[in-house]
């Protein structure tokens, strides 16, 4: 008996391909049919299909509007030099000065002026950020320090950093520690009062569970306080970022450095040549640099916004 009810199951079960509980059998028929609009949404394409293709819109919605904007400046640019609002020799032709930068592009003297231009940039404005994160930790936790120097802060940063010059010039004469000083000094109250609003504006209700949690000292900024403070930070790093890279391009073409061929010192070589398309093309270098880092501090702020849920992943 129990061998003829075991082959009526097994005949049943093969039959219907599978025996499931009544809940399960509908759980899987809803997968089932999202599987299917799914499917039909998605028109059957391959996964990696999807994923390119979404990735390729992504690109194009983000680079258009930059595309256009650049034709637009070109194009207005080519109707100023066919109006002559200026002399050819003062203003050239747009493509005058691109055929002039894919010429320069191609050189090694180029590409060594770059070089020595971002590491400038790069050392001073690490040593701003060093700086500038301890002076703001300093005066965001202690209030007579806060009380002494916190408006000078504010007012550093609203200087213009190309009147330092003459003062950086008297103490470190024509070398590269007054470009370095003057990027330091343009960067770093930035920095400080980026780090310095972001923590202000931690939750009083997060120092509260910090505390019941038993976090002291070091670990209190570690572990909360400065997590918290990182988006306002950031934006004072870009801040910090803009300061210093205009302030070396005003020490370049001020201070030259004997034997520091640097872009802003070719430019000035261009200037006194009157070489225009050359003066010109250095200028949209300077400009690609300052947006390719702009380029990185803004993945950096999308990925810390992700992180934090404030926006789509």
């Known amino acids: 008996m129990p061998t003829d009810m075991t082959e009526r199951t097994e005949g049943h079960e093969g039959r219907s391909g599978r025996h499931d509980a009544p809940g399960k059998r509908a759980d899987r028929d809803a997968a089932d049919r999202v599987t299917g609009l799914d499917a039909l949404e998605l028109g059957g394409r391959p996964v990696e299909e999807r994923t390119l293709g979404r990735l390729g819109g992504n690109v194009w919605r983000a680079a258009w509007p930059k595309l256009l904007a650049v034709g637009i400046v070109i194009a207005l640019w080519q109707a100023a030099y066919w109006a002559e609002l200026k002399p050819p020799y003062a203003l050239p032709a747009p493509g005058e000065v691109f055929s002039e930068l894919g010429s320069l592009v191609g050189t090694a003297d180029f590409w060594e ?51 330092w010059f003459p003062l950086a010039i008297l103490l470190f004469q024509i070398s590269e520690s007054a470009i370095m000083f ?29 505390q019941v ?27 910090g970022w803009a300061f210093s890279w205009r302030s070396l391009m005003a020490g370049e073409l001020l201070v030259i450095v004997p034997g520091a061929l640097s872009i802003g010192v070719r430019m000035q070589g261009a200037r006194d040549l009157v070489d225009a398309p050359l003066v010109i093309a250095y200028i949209i270098v300077v400009l690609v640099l300052g947006i390719l880092i702009d380029i990185l501090f803004n993945a950096a702020d999308n990925a810390l916004r992700r992180r934090w849920g404030l926006t789509a992943s």
């Open 113 to 163: 002026s770059v070089r020595l231009t971002m590491v400038r940039a790069i050392t001073g404005f690490s040593l701003a950020v060093l700086i500038g994160t301890l002076v703001g930790a300093a005066v965001a936790r202690f209030t007579p320090l806060r009380a002494a120097i916190g408006s000078l802060i504010t007012g550093l940063q609203t200087m213009p950093s190309i009147m």
């Open 182 to 210: 003057v990027v330091v000094i343009g960067a770093a109250p930035s920095v400080a009062n980026g780090l310095i609003s972001g923590i202000d504006y931690v939750p009083r209700t997060w120092l509260r569970v910090g």
């Open 213 to 239: 949690l038993g976090m002291r000292g070091f670990a209190k900024y570690r572990h909360l306080i400065l997590p918290a403070s990182l988006p306002s930070f950031i934006s004072g790093l870009k801040q």
